[in-house]
């Protein structure tokens, strides 16, 4: 077997972003030739994205932009904190955010434009699954958009408005980031969300003894509240309890027209890895 130098495995590294072991392989079965090295890498680069590709990927980041009347944003997603702190990840997010503010194609439309094979390559350096997951923009027409992304850059939020102004979208989008409504209004809450609200208020006051009339007004009445506490136009401003989102509508004469909540790894169901296992099957299968 050739004998390999650590400057030879530095420098496959720093042209290919791969790992170590990656790199050190790869020279051994190309006899120390950096060049085929690469070759190799390139020809075996897909197989092995698409082997990270089964791995959850609930952590990660949200990337926004926004202007007077146009917002974006997009969830990219990565396995854990410490590549979602990765420079090179961040420096993908912000790209992949250029590309859906620039234009209005959809995800997948983007991901063909030459996202994915960035992604792929990104998988390889940082040896991570890498979603990108969601893309979100303002509605087209909107006469203003609000943008809040959290300083953690793990919850943000697109409010886009008929009328208004830019102060009261963005103080909008502000507060649905901290209270996370299922809908703009209670009208717009779907029947059978209610529905399952309205079977467990009933299942709670079989037992209080009360008339059937009496408990049917006592679930129509938690109903009301619960609708008043998931829909954004009824819930009390965050910045001033004292009034609701939609007198603070009514005040700005606007509309909320849509709107848009991102929380990074939100409903991703998190595969439970035995790490002991893994690296055992890995040790074998080297």
Do not use: W
């Not at 997010?93 to 094979?117: F, M, P």
């Not at 079989?206 to 954004?232: N, Q």
């Not at 136009?233 to 989102?245: A, L, R, Y």
């Amino acid at each position: 077997m050739v004998d390999i130098s650590a400057a030879q495995v530095k420098e496959l590294r720093e042209k290919t972003g791969l790992g170590l072991m990656d790199c050190k392989k790869a020279l051994q079965g190309s006899g120390g030739d950096i060049e085929l090295a690469i070759e190799e890498l390139r020809k075996s680069s897909g197989l092995k994205a698409s082997k990270k590709s089964g791995r959850s990927a609930a952590d990660g980041l949200i990337g926004a932009i926004s202007s007077k009347s146009k917002s974006c944003m997009v969830e990219i997603n990565c396995e854990t904190d410490f590549v979602a702190r990765d420079d090179s990840f961040n420096s993908f997010v912000q790209e992949v955010i250029l590309e859906v503010s620039n234009n209005e194609l959809s995800l997948e439309e983007i991901l063909h434009q030459g996202i994915e094979d960035k992604r792929e390559k990104l998988v390889q350096k940082l040896g991570e699954n890498i979603v990108v997951r969601r893309i979100s923009r303002s509605i087209e027409d909107a006469d203003f958009s609000g943008l809040y992304v959290h300083s953690t850059k793990r919850i943000g939020v697109i409010i886009s408005l008929a009328g208004g102004n830019e102060e009261t979208a963005r103080d909008i989008a502000m507060h649905a980031a901290a209270t996370d409504p299922l809908s703009i209004s209670p009208e717009d809450i779907p029947e059978d969300i209610i529905a399952k609200e309205k079977e467990i208020y009933k299942a709670q006051s079989e037992d209080s003894g009360k008339p059937a009339d009496i408990v049917e007004k006592m679930i129509e009445g938690k109903i009301r509240k619960y609708l008043s506490e998931v829909s954004l136009t009824e819930q009390n401003f965050v910045k001033d309890p004292n009034k609701k989102i939609s007198d603070i509508l009514a005040e700005n004469n606007a509309k909320i027209i849509g709107f848009t909540r991102f929380e990074v790894g939100e409903g991703i169901e998190v595969e439970k890895v035995d790490f002991a296992t893994e690296v055992m099957s890995q040790i074998e299968g080297s």
